[in-house]
């Protein structure tokens, strides 16, 4: 979707992750094989910077509660609580 080669991301990402915009959770199983396999989840660090660049705001939010951006706003701000614990 963004139209650059697959091998440029890896590079993006760091430079995201070095500037504090992104992190990045490594995959999680039951077992090795699964978490071996699995892709890393990465996420915005701050949920109300990508809540504001979209053009969101908490009444909208509130409106669409069920939404699966709702849902990842709400585990972006949980993962970053977590981490900072």
């Known amino acids: 979707e963004l139209n650059i080669p697959e091998r ?43 809540a504001s660049s979209v053009g969101v705001d908490a009444e909208s939010l509130e409106m669409q509660i069920s939404s699966s951006f709702t849902g990842g706003l709400l585990e972006s701000f949980v993962a970053t609580e977590l981490l900072k614990q």
């Not at 760091?14 to 996420?43: C, E, H, M, Q």
């Open 8 to 50: 440029s991301l890896p590079g993006y990402l760091n430079a995201l992750k070095d500037v504090f915009l992104i992190d990045v959770l490594p995959a999680w199983g039951t077992n090795l094989t699964r978490r071996v396999i699995s892709k890393p989840k990465v996420f915005l660090q701050d949920p109300a910077m990508a």
